[in-house]
């Protein structure tokens, strides 16, 4: 055994999941949460240095250097932070303290002659780093990773609703038998509704907020060592042009996070719309109006040979409501501190990337899923032609443009409750007091013919395009 064997690993994203969870490595790992403090350590000492006030300066190879130490890290940098905190090298004590422990890497790696080392951390409490860092991670997590397979998965919902968009099915509404559709079109209601998810993400992700104002939020550290810099102004260029994050004036020493929960509200708003679709795709391969293709050497039921289980939407539902939960969870409490700081959003912030690999593992799992699936048109057919009766909501409409009061009641005796057939209701057009042209029409009415202008409807999806 050994560290690393997924066999052994405590938790199933790190295990059975870990080839699914990844891409998020460099985004929700410890390493890359060290990477993202010192990218903000080092951008913080040249912002330092380019101000009039202070006397750092650092010259271009300098800058290079220090650049590259966020740019370059690598396993072996990770470490020697670990062992920073936890063992203490190179003359530093163990600090006991991740973000000091970041400090100190910086400061070990300067060059020989640098006099830069009194500026790390400057004035900064740990908040000011973190809270940079995990919005680093947190936005190139959503939209290298996240976002990529949301539109993946919109395009491909997309693409089905055009294929089948002429395909006629029978919809239900209460699990009845309903008006019918087409199958293409209930896809583009699914592609559109995900399209609007993901423009809320791409949004709440553009707003992300961040703060440099010390310890209690009043930037007193940096005023008493420079009273005549505009710390505000510098703080705000600094979030703002460096790091490319709105700016947020007024904190305590903690940020206040809501701009993070409107992103895990945002995200889990598209999770939501996958485990609707997660649902009524399990139901359509349940009725068999969708067939699933067979993986040669792969096994349904230990005792069932036969069994093609629609496992990728199971898996996915699950994985998206796990998802849900963390993201609701983390929403409601990173947005609370006791008075000006306390420590236990610490070590909840730390799940964000958990959160995320479960929504990973939920959208590769529905993508998988849609491409097995393959629509039987033959059994949708024969649902359709077996409920005649739905074909009442627009016999009875008909009736009542042509002035007919009782309409409804009339259709309703000859179908509620009944198993009826397309002769019992040419029997009903043969007694009604209607012109001849209206009885044609009437007749012509078929199940499979009465969509409306669901085939059209999917002609939105090109007009509103991608939210």
């Given amino acids: 055994m050994t560290d690393t064997d997924p066999l052994y690993a405590v938790s199933p994203l790190d295990g059975r999941y870990s080839g699914r969870t990844e891409p998020l490595s460099p985004y929700a790992s410890e390493a890359a949460l060290m990477r993202a403090r010192v990218r903000v350590e080092v951008e913080y000492l040249l912002a330092l240095a380019a101000l009039d006030a202070t006397p750092l300066e650092i010259d271009p190879d300098e800058r290079e250097h220090l650049r590259g130490l966020y740019e370059e890290f690598d396993e072996s940098d990770a470490r020697l932070i670990k062992t920073l905190e936890t063992e203490g090298h190179a003359g530093f004590d163990a600090t ?7 400090e100190y890497f910086v400061r070990h790696r300067l060059s020989d002659d640098s006099d830069a080392s009194a500026w790390i951390h400057f004035g900064l409490t740990s908040e000011d780093v973190n809270n940079l860092a995990h919005r680093l991670l947190v936005r190139g997590a959503v939209e290298d990773v996240l976002l990529p397979e949301l539109y993946d998965l919109r395009d491909t919902l997309a693409e089905m609703a055009r294929e089948y968009r002429d395909l006629p099915m029978l919809a239900r509404t209460h699990g009845q038998p309903a008006t019918p559709t087409t199958f293409g079109k209930e896809l583009a209601v699914y592609a559109a509704r995900l399209g609007r998810a ?14 440099l104002g010390g310890a209690s939020g009043t930037y007193a550290a940096h005023v008493a060592a420079y009273p005549g810099v505009d710390w505000q102004e510098f703080a705000r260029e600094f979030v703002t042009d460096r790091l490319g994050f709105a700016f947020e004036p007024l904190t305590t020493q903690v940020n206040p996070c809501d701009d993070l929960a409107a992103l895990f509200d945002a ?4 999770n939501r719309v996958l485990l609707d679709l997660d649902l009524d795709v399990w139901l359509y391969v349940s009725d068999r109006y969708l067939g699933q293709e067979a993986v040669e050497g792969e096994t349904g039921s230990s005792t069932m040979p036969h069994k093609v289980n629609p496992i990728d939407f199971e898996n996915s539902e699950g994985n998206l ?9 983390l929403a409601d409490y990173v947005t609370t501190s006791r ?3 306390d420590l236990s959003d610490s070590t909840v912030k730390r799940n964000i990337g958990a959160a995320f690999a479960h929504c990973l593992i939920g959208y590769t799992k529905t993508a998988a899923g849609l491409e097995k699936v393959v629509p039987n048109e033959r059994v949708m057919r024969e649902a359709l032609e077996s409920t005649p009766e739905i074909i009442g909501e627009a016999v009875q409409t008909i009736l009542r443009r042509e002035g007919r009061e009782d309409a409804y009641e009339r259709v309703k005796e000859l179908t509620r409750g009944r198993q009826v057939t397309l002769a019992d209701f040419r029997e009903l057009f043969d ?14 009415l078929t199940p499979a013919g009465y969509t409306g202008v669901a085939s059209e409807l999917v002609d939105d999806l090109d007009r509103t395009g991608p939210n």
Avoid: M, Y
């Fill in 321 to 329: 409501s796990k998802a849900n939960a963390d993201l609701e969870f």
């Fill in 198 to 211: 993901t423009g809320r993400i791409r949004r709440a992700t553009d707003d992300l907020r961040g703060k």
């Fill in 431 to 444: 007694e009604l007091d209607v012109d001849e042209g209206v009885r044609d029409e009437l007749r012509s």
């Fill in 267 to 270: 995200v889990r708003g598209a």
């Fill in 339 to 341: 008075l000006q700081r």
């Fill in 96 to 102: 006991n303290h991740d973000v000091k422990a970041v």
